[in-house]
């Protein structure tokens, strides 16, 4: 049997229907299913709240007596299905009717216009292929008149690296060059970043374990993947979640105010998926080469550490507690670079449905969401009809939707099933 057979799924659907909450009507199931795995939820009568409380009571009567929990059936027939998908994931929707007339099975194939999160399988659509918001295109660029900070020190830089780590090997000229090259803008490394790696390439730098600076470990020049975990589109998740996303503003001018930047050069990571990079593009009051921090929890933004390499290393400035980034604004509708245009909206599939059959949908969208609420999520059916209207406005494929029925006959046997079993347990 294959995935669009309905005996595929008929175990489930009937196990889906006998583990209801008495008095169901409808039982449906959303998720994914394959790669030996599944997830999703479920809704009885359209309510989630009741099939957990129904199993909680008997999950309790099942740990007292010693038999298989309220979902031991569920999860077996779902493993069967999962077995059978052993390279992919298939999103599906299983519904079951207490008569098992209405029983059906939705197979729905999403297009990479889709996009799906853990609230909704149609969190929303990119009618922009590969789009970002503006504050994820905006860029930086490096100041003629930037100079470093009088505590800079290359020198010094070279030395402590040397002492702290006698064994390491440095980078060659041509190697600090071949990095230096792929900089946008003819931005120049610093003396103290050439001093560095000149030194060491690569490897842990301890400075001490006192409260000041205790050092990093050195991001190779190439190789590394965190020399791209903080830039924009790194940093870009979903429009839903990053569409007004604020980079924190320095209150003392000296780190720009941007998501990311090639310009924030990684030096140094603390082991946690946090890094000390060079600023190459610091702001009026700011130095260039001066250490700001990128933190892998703050989703715009970095933060000052130092005005040098010197300062961090051979000073061990200690940390202070600079402010974190700002919080993301509440604003659904996000403008563009020139604040007339509207890039996105996070709309109910009804408000969509409306704006598509009076043609009110902007021409500048780029990316439209379909959960505006994350504890309201809209029934799939709808958000697929309304995602369907967006991408066929634009020209994209659509999302295809095979449904399975159970064969004429089937539903009664599976309701007496159901019925036999309930009178059974007194329910």
């Not at 992919?88 to 009717?97: D, G, I, P, Y």
């Not at 095979?402 to 046997?413: H, I, N, S, V």
Request: charge should be negative.
């Amino acid at each position: 049997m294959t995935v669009t057979d309905w005996q595929t799924w008929a175990p489930f659907a009937d196990a889906l229907r006998r583990s209801a909450p008495p008095g169901t009507r409808t039982s449906e199931f959303v998720g994914t299913v394959g790669g030996g795995a599944w997830q999703g939820t479920y809704l009885d009568d359209g309510d989630a709240a009741a099939r957990r409380e129904h199993h909680r009571a008997l999950a309790l009567e099942a740990a007292r007596s010693g038999g298989p929990g309220p979902r031991a059936e569920l999860e077996d027939a779902l493993r069967t299905v999962a077995a059978g998908l052993p390279d992919t994931e298939q999103l599906v929707r299983v519904t079951a009717t207490a008569d098992g007339a209405g029983d059906a099975v939705e197979l729905i194939t999403l297009p990479s216009a889709v996009v799906s999160g853990p609230v909704s399988p149609v969190l929303e659509v990119v009618l922009e292929p590969g789009a970002l918001p503006a504050q994820h295109r905006a860029t930086l660029a490096p100041r003629a008149d930037a100079e470093p900070a009088p505590s800079s020190d290359p020198e010094a830089v070279a030395r402590v690296v040397r002492e702290r780590m006698p064994d390491a090997v440095g980078a060659t000229p041509d190697e600090i060059e071949a990095a230096r090259a792929l900089l946008p803008g003819g931005a120049r490394l610093p003396d103290e970043v050439r001093a560095l790696y000149s030194v060491a390439a690569s490897g842990a730098l301890k400075l001490g374990d006192d409260d000041r600076f205790a050092g990093f470990e050195i991001v190779p020049l190439s190789g590394s993947s965190l020399r791209e975990s903080f830039l924009p589109a790194a940093r870009f998740g979903t429009w839903s979640a990053d569409a007004d996303v604020v980079a924190p503003e320095d209150p003392d001018a000296r780190v720009q105010q941007a998501v990311g930047s090639p310009l924030w050069f990684p030096v140094g990571t603390d082991g946690a998926g946090n890094v000390y990079a060079v600023d190459l593009a610091p702001g009026p009051a700011g130095h260039l080469g001066q250490v700001v921090f990128l933190d892998h929890e703050e989703r715009a933004g970095a933060r000052y550490r130092a005005d040098s390499l010197a300062a961090l290393l051979v000073e061990r400035v200690p940390a202070g507690a600079p402010a974190r980034a700002a919080e993301a604004s509440s604003a659904a509708d996000i403008a563009g670079p020139t604040g007339d245009a509207v890039e996105f909206l996070a709309l109910d599939p009804a408000d969509w449905t409306a704006r598509l059959e009076a043609g009110t949908v902007p021409e500048s969208l780029k990316a439209a969401g379909l959960v505006p609420d994350r504890e309201r999520p809209p029934a799939l059916t709808e958000a697929i009809r309304a995602a369907n209207g967006l991408l066929a406005l634009r020209g994209l494929p659509t999302i295809e939707v095979t449904r399975l029925t159970r064969p004429a006959g089937e539903g009664r046997r599976g309701a007496r099933r159901r019925g036999m079993l309930a009178r059974l347990l007194g329910r």
